[in-house]
């Protein structure tokens, strides 16, 4: 079986590997490979590699960093194709959602190209008599970034190009289930002339997660995962005096008004619901039915619902492949279950289906469930699977109460015809990211990405400009090139 290392300095290595955990194929139910489980020395050394880089990275040119993105980006076009099929494999997901999150990944690389510009700092002539102020931005040093299963490449990729491109040298640890894309991708930088030792993939769990955490060396940590991890990553990170961006969980809500045209929204709805398998953070996993849009809305979704087609990811013609884990299907069809058992009327249930050939694949149909209400689990807990509850409220005003007393405030979406709804809506629902007819409102790279509440510890979003500021620190400079002697009184701006 093949065995997946880790990429230090340049180079492959199995460096002080002797632990390993199983990579499955979720459509066939077996391992394919086996990923390599750091130990904290192996962090030691992918930790010293960045370090020694740093020296001469932090002080290259903004050309040649701009050089070295131009070539990255030019060869993650090159090698779409093999991309979306490791991400396909590991993941489950199908071929074009691994295209989509390859494209939506390649565009931050696309702002990374234009750091130069992010970089330009503020002039100030004249402050006070022969006296300006300039303020620019340099690298932190070596930072590192933890990232989810869920996508196996954008994710990453919010995080190393705008690092990289700052100055910084970087140290990921992906999801151990899904490790093989950010393993080429490692290989696509050094081809693409980035010096060794500036980008550094180390493989593992808990306990490479832990040695990040606590390494002295390491200036900053990027997470995104689960809201409890994020919690304890940012607890453990800022107590070592680290940098922390820590972006969490989520159960994000759409808001469907009775204006609204029911079969667009039904459309969108079914995409955001059960596209990936409700494995996205931006997942829509509650419909919020206003008034009379309730029963049109169920009718047209439960016959959506039925014409997606579920299959291993790499065969053309699905819509939906299987979930990431035995665990997680387990998880999906106790949430169903559950919400039966605790009032919600199962309109459509996924639980029994299984795909021919595929008996051992992590499989679970699309489910429906409707009358869901807030204290049920099914409500209460982000299930992270193909599951869509719809709670019906009879005005704007209960949804937009309803989202705000949810712990979480990832992504948001109101389906409407009314621009006076759509404003209100915006300016008082606490969520970070909002759609207006768009239900997967992610940020384009040159925004930044980023819930409230659950969704985001501390404050600091990520990619787009919040990126280059959580990558980089500010120094202020005031200069006098004097032409007379100094007094001692206290600077004025006479
Ligand atoms: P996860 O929290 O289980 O794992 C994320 C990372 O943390 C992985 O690299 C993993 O190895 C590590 N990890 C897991 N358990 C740990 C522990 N006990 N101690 C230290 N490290 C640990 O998340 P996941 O299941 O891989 O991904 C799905 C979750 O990520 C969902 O909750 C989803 O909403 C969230 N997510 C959020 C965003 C966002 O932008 N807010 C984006 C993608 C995914």
């Known amino acids: 079986m093949k065995t997946i290392d880790h990429w230090i300095n340049g180079a492959a290595t199995t460096a002080g590997s002797i632990r390993t955990a199983p ?70 997901k199908v071929i074009d959602d691994a295209r989509g999150e390859i494209v939506r990944g390649r565009e931050i690389v696309e702002y990374a190209c ?46 190393h190009p705008i690092a990289i491109a700052a100055g910084n040298t970087f140290v990921l640890k992906p999801s151990e289930r899904v490790p093989s894309a950010s393993r080429l991708v490692a290989e696509l930088y050094a081809e693409a002339g980035l010096p060794d030792g500036v980008f550094n993939v180390v493989n593992g769990d808990k306990v490479a997660v832990d040695a990040i955490l606590e390494h002295p060396g390491i200036d900053a940590v990027s997470f995104v995962g689960s809201t409890p991890i994020a919690k304890y990553v940012h607890e453990r990170a800022t107590a070592t005096g680290k940098r922390v961006q820590a972006l969490g969980g989520a159960k994000n809500h759409a808001v469907v008004l009775p204006d609204a045209d029911l079969d667009y929204a039904a459309n969108h709805l079914t995409a955001a619901a059960f596209g990936s398998a409700g494995q996205r953070c931006m997942a829509i996993s509650i419909g919020v039915a206003v008034g009379s849009a309730g029963d049109g809305l169920i009718e047209i979704l ?18 939906m492949g299987p979930v990431v884990t035995e665990a997680a299907r387990r998880r999906v069809i106790d949430s169903v279950a559950l919400g ?17 050939g595929h008996e051992d694949g992590f499989f679970v149909g699309p489910s429906l469930l409707d009358h869901v209400t807030t204290e049920m689990a099914a409500y209460r807990d982000e299930i992270f699977g193909p599951v869509l509850g719809i709670v019906r409220v009879s005005t704007l005003d209960e949804a937009i ?4 007393a949810n712990p979480y405030g990832n ?12 404003r209100r809506f915006q300016r008082e629902v606490k969520v970070g990211m909002i759609g207006v007819n768009v239900p997967i409102p992610v940020p384009m790279s040159y925004y930044s990405f980023g819930g409230w509440k659950d969704s985001l510890i501390g404050d600091s979003p990520i990619h787009g400009p919040a990126g280059v500021r959580f990558y980089t620190r500010a120094k202020v400079v005031t200069t006098r090139w004097p032409h007379s002697t100094a007094g001692f009184h206290f600077p004025t701006s006479s």
């Open 411 to 422: 992504g948001t979406a109101v389906f409407t015809g009314s621009g006076e709804a759509a």
């Open 340 to 356: 039966a058992e605790q009032g919600a009327t199962v309109v459509v249930d996924g639980r029994e289906l299984r795909v021919n």
């Open 401 to 404: 109460a309803l989202i705000n």
């Open 302 to 319: 439960e016959r959506k619902a039925a014409e997606i087609k579920v299959g291993p990811g790499h065969e053309a013609g699905n819509d």
């Open 114 to 159: 234009g750091i130069a510009d992010a970089l330009k700092g503020g002039f100030s002539d004249q402050v006070s008599r022969d006296v300006d102020v300039h303020d620019f931005r340099q690298p932190l040093g070596v930072v590192a970034g933890i990232t989810p299963f869920n996508f196996p490449i954008m994710v990453p990729l919010w995080m």
């Open 23 to 92: 990579v499955y194929d979720p459509a066939v139910g077996h391992a394919r490979a086996e990923v390599l489980l750091a130990e904290p020395s192996d962090v030691d050394t992918a930790v010293a590699a960045a370090a020694k880089a740093f020296e001469a990275w932090g002080d290259s040119s903004l050309s040649q960093r701009t050089k070295v993105m131009f070539a990255f980006r030019e060869l993650l076009v090159k090698h779409e194709d093999e991309l979306a099929r490791i991400i396909s494999a590991e993941h489950g």
